[in-house]
């Protein structure tokens, strides 16, 4: 098993400019979640998912969106970049239900720089 | 969800045994301790959890005193590769649930 895996590593964003983040885990989690991690902070939950087709927010979900057309797939749209977008992505996933489903597996994040 | 405080940084030499304390005052029946470590450039990756009494792996132990208000992360002889910041959290026991990182204890390891 890969985990779960994001594209792309690094990116640099104009203020304004538009990208989607992406992750995909191939444990068959129902659980996906979206945090963003600011330098020297903890992480944030922006967004997450429950299973395909549902999603809600987080603690920070403004300027953001989400989607969640298939199991695996858990991608996050930044419209209109600005400087306060800047941090570390992490998209992490959970079992829905069982003894383990407090357990959330990391991606290796996304680092991203507004300017 | 519980607030936790714990050490900003800890620094130890290799072979030694780190413990870890947090502080958790405001737990709630139903809410578990669980610890993430991370390293630099990486995500967070679960260590341990337990509810009380003591909890151990093949990575950590876990400490938890009969009132719940704190609980302490040993790790027994470290090593370099130990240099990590480690967070603990509070909450309950489901998936779905969002995981509230403070700002962890960075724990530095050297020879």
């Known amino acids: 098993n890969a985990g779960v895996t994001q594209t792309p590593k690094f990116r640099i964003l104009k203020i304004g400019q538009s990208m989607t983040l992406q992750c995909t885990q191939d444990?068959?989690?129902?659980?996906m979640y979206w945090y963003r991690q600011d330098p020297g902070m903890g992480l944030k939950l922006i967004y997450y998912s429950v299973g395909a087709g549902i999603t809600d927010k987080g603690e920070v979900p403004n300027g953001y969106n989400v989607s969640r057309s298939t199991t695996e797939d858990f991608p996050l749209r930044l419209e209109l970049a600005a400087p306060s977008q800047t941090s570390v992505y992490f998209c992490?996933?959970?079992?829905?239900?069982?003894?383990?489903?407090?357990?959330?597996?990391f991606g290796p994040g996304t680092r991203l720089t507004v300017t | 969800l519980a607030k936790t405080t714990q050490p900003i940084s800890m620094d130890s030499y290799e072979g030694q045994e780190v413990n870890i304390t947090c502080s958790h005052n405001?737990?709630?029946?139903?809410?578990?301790i669980t610890w993430y470590q991370q390293f630099p450039s990486q995500g967070p990756r679960f260590i341990i959890q337990?509810?009380?009494t003591k909890v151990t792996n093949e990575v950590a132990s876990l400490f938890i005193p009969a009132d719940r208000k704190s609980s302490t992360l040993s790790l027994p002889r470290v090593s370099l590769s130990d240099t990590a910041v480690y967070y603990c959290?509070?909450?309950?026991?489901?998936?779905?649930?969002?995981?509230?990182f403070g700002k962890g204890t960075t724990l530095s390891v050297s020879s």
């Open positions: 405001n737990i709630a029946t139903n809410d578990y």
């Open positions: 959290l509070v909450g309950a026991n489901q998936a779905g649930t969002a995981l509230i």
């Open positions: 337990g509810y009380k």
């Open positions: 992490a996933s959970s079992y829905g239900v069982g003894l383990k489903s407090y357990e959330q597996y």
């Open positions: 444990m068959n989690h129902n659980y």
